[in-house]
């Protein structure tokens, strides 16, 4: 069965402090990759997609993320946090069928 | 392109009452996801319509749960004689379908609360 998974429920970084959220995947092929960002009470924002070719993508806010095929991992990262990024960050994997399956989430906490 | 809007954003029920939510996606979007989102888990797939033929329904969506799209454009969700355990958020997504990539623009969620 597909799944999505996210080692890490909550994080918390020093404003300017480097960032990375993991995301494993388990799927048979290699899927379509997604990170969406959740302020409380909202929706999701989508930060970055991989589908194919260049396996470091760049996204929105200075978000970026590699594929890594062998490792079937998919982990964002960010050079210097903003107290602006605190969130929820998701990783989901897209299917062919069109569904989306996302992981449970990292919660992402900046101290000043 | 306005984005993808839900109504409501808040929902207060009692138990056993119907509600109904309205989504309405990005304007030529022809796809149209709906899923539910409960506290400290990612969105789960509910369903999912291509234009206004419904192509893919989870097994999360019971027979107390339905879901239109009867243009092809705004689309409602419909729970009947809810229950507690429907208290989540919902969200809606769309897509426009092309070159086989998929990308889910979603909308702010309707918050469902059942007293």
């Known amino acids: 069965a597909q799944s999505v998974t996210q080692p890490d429920i909550h994080i918390t970084v020093s404003e300017g402090a480097s960032l990375e959220l993991r995301c494993n995947y388990s799927y048979g092929a290699t899927p379509y990759l997604f990170w969406y960002v959740q302020s409380p009470g909202q929706g999701l924002q989508l930060l970055l997609k991989y589908f194919s070719g260049d396996t470091l993508v760049q996204g929105i806010k200075g978000f970026e993320a590699e594929f890594k095929r062998s490792q079937s991992s998919f982990n964002l990262r960010k050079p210097s946090v903003h107290w602006s990024d605190a969130a929820e960050y998701f990783c989901?994997?897209?299917?062919?069928?069109?569904?989306?399956?996302f992981g449970t989430g990292t919660s992402l906490t900046v101290i000043p | 392109d306005t984005g993808v809007s839900q109504d409501p954003r808040h929902k207060i029920t009692k138990r056993g009452q119907n509600v109904t939510f309205r989504c309405d996606p990005i304007?030529?979007?022809?796809?149209l996801y709906w899923y539910r989102q409960t506290l400290g888990q990612g969105p789960e797939f509910l369903t999912y319509f291509q234009n206004e033929a419904q192509l893919e329904k989870s097994r999360l969506l019971s027979d107390r749960f339905s879901a239109e799209r009867p243009k092809g454009s705004f689309s409602t969700l419909e729970i009947q004689r809810t229950e507690q355990g429907d208290s989540a958020m919902y969200l809606c997504a769309s897509s426009l379908r092309g070159l086989g990539k998929n990308i889910q623009y979603f909308g702010a969620g309707t918050r469902l609360s059942v007293l």
């Open positions: 304007s030529e979007h022809n796809r």
């Open positions: 989901a994997v897209g299917l062919r069928s069109n569904q989306f399956y």
